[in-house]
């Protein structure tokens, strides 16, 4: 069964990653996809390469979500391409790694507008058009424990997460928002993070895991489904960290 047959889903950064894990899943669900990448145009069309392969139904449209006016046109673009607008996830993010001291205003200004106002100008914008359906905010479990080097991204995720919880009290009964908080994820931006920290991914794994492994971008992908169909949780953040939470933090 194709449980999202004829609704229309946004997924913000899915040009690669996680995002475009979420995209791909959602389309094989059945959904008709808008994604949204800010520059890399030859990444996104990779992912609507791969959805259309799978029989899919994507849009794509290159906008800076980090701004009112790219969030403001991804929207619109959804509308105008599909009519209504019936998901939003919202997993566009920036982090960029140093110490919180060295932290320029120009580092702060991108991963703030990156990571958390485009999860407001974006939720604002569907919101126009939106009458009933899900928000998702990808966050990060450096939301919740301190993460050495990732201050600002962290203290943006945070943020994220306590959004998440107001959101979803003020857009209910009609609107549930949910948010999902992963660890180190094996894509390219998690394997960036190791080579800052310098530590190699087994080692990583050894020391930060239960099961043995990374989290893989295809398990948000199912946590975001599994949200989808679980009408009885709103509000909440879903952790996904191979156990790390209750071994070593960060």
Do not use: H
Not at 44 to 72: F, H, P, Q, W, Y
Not at 127 to 143: D, E, F, P, Q
């Amino acid at each position: 069964m194709v449980y999202l047959q004829d609704q229309v889903a946004i997924v913000t950064g899915s040009g690669r990653g996680i995002g475009k894990s979420i995209a791909i899943k959602l389309a094989q669900e059945g959904a008709r996809v808008v994604i949204n990448s800010r520059k890399r145009v030859d990444e996104l069309e990779n992912t609507l390469n791969e959805i259309t392969a799978l029989g899919g139904n994507a849009v794509k449209i290159m906008a800076d979500v980090s701004t009112r006016a790219g969030c403001d046109a991804v929207i619109e673009e959804a509308v105008r391409k599909f009519g209504k607008i019936d998901i939003l996830i919202n997993n566009a993010g920036l982090g960029i790694y140093g110490n919180f001291a060295g932290a320029d205003d120009r580092s702060i200004d991108k991963q703030l507008d990156t990571t958390l106002k485009s999860v407001i100008f974006c939720s604002q914008s569907a919101l126009n058009y939106m009458k009933s359906g899900c928000i998702i905010n990808i966050s990060s479990l450096a939301g919740i424990l301190p993460a050495k080097g990732l201050s600002i991204y962290s203290a943006a995720k945070a943020a994220v997460m306590s959004l998440t919880r107001s959101m979803a009290l003020e857009l209910a009964p009609n609107i549930r928002v949910n948010a999902i908080a992963p660890s180190v994820v094996g894509t390219k931006m998690g394997y960036s993070l190791l080579n800052a920290i310098g530590i190699s991914e087994e080692q990583w794994i050894k020391n930060n895991t239960l099961n043995g492994a990374l989290v893989r971008e295809e398990d948000v992908a199912e946590a975001v489904m599994f949200l989808l169909k679980t009408p009885s949780i709103d509000g909440q953040t879903i952790i996904l960290d191979s156990g790390q939470s209750i071994i070593n933090g960060f």
